[in-house]
């Protein structure tokens, strides 16, 4: 087979390294940089798995921003692109996805069967394919975390997608193969049904993290130990000890938008749930920044802006509404980031040394300890209890 993946973020890449394996694999996008990386067999995103991947492992995957190339006699052609929520239209932005579609026209002529892997809303790959007769349009969706794109990959829970077709069959048996776990978890559903699964899936989790985060809460207010009631309610085999990590919020590149999207799909459907997901998290927001400004700091420093250990992503990261929620109340704000190139973020002033930093605040929130922050304990928050996730 002949596969060219569009977009080399976390979906993209580690898909284009698991179907290379086995397939020609062209990795298609606009960033000169990431194009250069990947040919030189480097990561251009922080993911052990990946990183490996391209170092030491055959692979037959070439990266390129030439589009002719790339799609004109393609026989599948996945798409990995970005779809951010739009708040203003209460949906996502599939622009993007849109734009791939009528290059693949304008390029491709052995039509190709597109897979949508990008998260879109339900019902849009029914409404493509609609209006779109020439190339067959498959949504599959990819349940990866954040530094452990190809590991997931590799080692999947379940393989969905949104096909029963030859070509459905097809594509899903790509994935198997690629697989190291011999993935038995195979499911073809109706595209719409996919669609569902991918946002019910990531709403629910969104769900779990709220929930014990309120949980946190409750015990931080009443003075009680959150942990040893998280220990507690953990052993009951229906609940489990796993996800269970209190944090600021949760964030990263799925769970806002496609709680949200999900909320925006309920339009005349009766929830009171959905809307409480959403809600939540920024009430948990809210709280976690009084409690900060509770110790009346006069300079609050920022220690890391990601979401978690092991990843270089801090978009939506919750820390980073804590932060502007601390700063509306005029107190002073510095960020340490390593992986920011810039000197202020938010108007806030970035200090490289970290020794510095320390030293320059009073109190440092931080979403997940870390052990360089064991000389200066007495002065960091967080509610990370178990140290990991």
Known sequence: MKITVVGTGYVGLSNAILLAQHNKVIALDIDVAKIEMINNKKSPIIDNEIENYLTNKKLNLDATTDKARAYSDADFIII???????PVKNYFDTSSIECVIS??????????????????PVG?????NKSNSQHSIIFSPEFLREGQALHDNLYPSRIIVGDSSDKGKTFANLLAKGSKN???QILLTN???AESIKLFA??????????????????EIRGVDSKQIIDGIGLDPRI???????????GGYCLPKDTKQLLANFTNVPQSIMSAIVDANKTRKDHIAEMVISKKPSTVGIFRLTMKSNSDNFRESAVQGIMKRIKAKGINVVVYEPTLK?????????IKDLTEFKDYCDVIITNRMDSALEDVKEKVYTRDLFIRD
């Not at 990531?202 to 993290?209: D, E, G, P, Q």
């Not at 489990?240 to 949760?250: D, R, V």
């Not at 810039?342 to 970035?350: A, K, Q």
Request: glycine share 2%; aromatic share 16%; charged share 20%.
């Open 202 to 219: 990531n709403t629910y989790l969104a769900m779990r993290v709220a929930f014990f985060n309120e949980l946190d809460t409750f015990a």
């Open 80 to 86: 990995a692109t970005p779809t951010n929520y739009d």
């Open 240 to 250: 489990g000890s796993h996800y269970n990590n209190p944090s600021f919020g949760y």
């Open 124 to 128: 849009y790959t029914k409404k493509l």
């Open 191 to 193: 595209s719409t049904e």
């Open 182 to 184: 011999n993935c038995k």
């Open 342 to 350: 810039e000197d202020t973020f938010f108007n806030s002033p970035v």
């Open 103 to 120: 290059d693949i026209v304008k390029y491709n002529r052995t039509k190709a069967t597109i897979i949508i892997k990008s998260t879109v």
